[in-house]
């Protein structure tokens, strides 16, 4: 088999976007990605919040009887 050689063109045109070095522009999204972290963690702390609240403000009866050799406190 005879080798081929690949000719490069040395002109070649790339699209704006991928020539290397380039930054791309910036867009409206570009918020969503660099506060992504920051916007879930508060929302996971309001949501932990609203159970903590919610879990030590409600009054549950107390059930059962008390353990053998109990001595009711003041």
């Known amino acids: 088999m005879a080798n081929k050689q690949k ?3 040395p002109n070649q045109s ?3 976007s991928t020539q290397p070095g380039k930054q791309p ?3 409206e999204s570009d918020f969503y ?3 992504k ?3 879930w963690t508060i929302v ?3 949501i932990l919040g609203i159970f903590f609240i919610i879990n030590n403000t ?3 009866p107390e059930q ?3 353990p053998p050799n109990y001595i009711e406190g003041n």
Do not use: A, D, S
Request: glycine share 4%; charged share 25%; no cysteine.
């Open 33 to 35: 990605h660099k506060h």
């Open 25 to 27: 522009t910036k867009t």
């Open 37 to 39: 972290n920051t916007f």
């Open 7 to 9: 000719t490069i063109k």
């Open 44 to 46: 996971v702390l309001v």
């Open 64 to 66: 059962g009887q008390y």
């Open 14 to 16: 790339f699209p704006k």
């Open 58 to 60: 409600r009054k549950v």
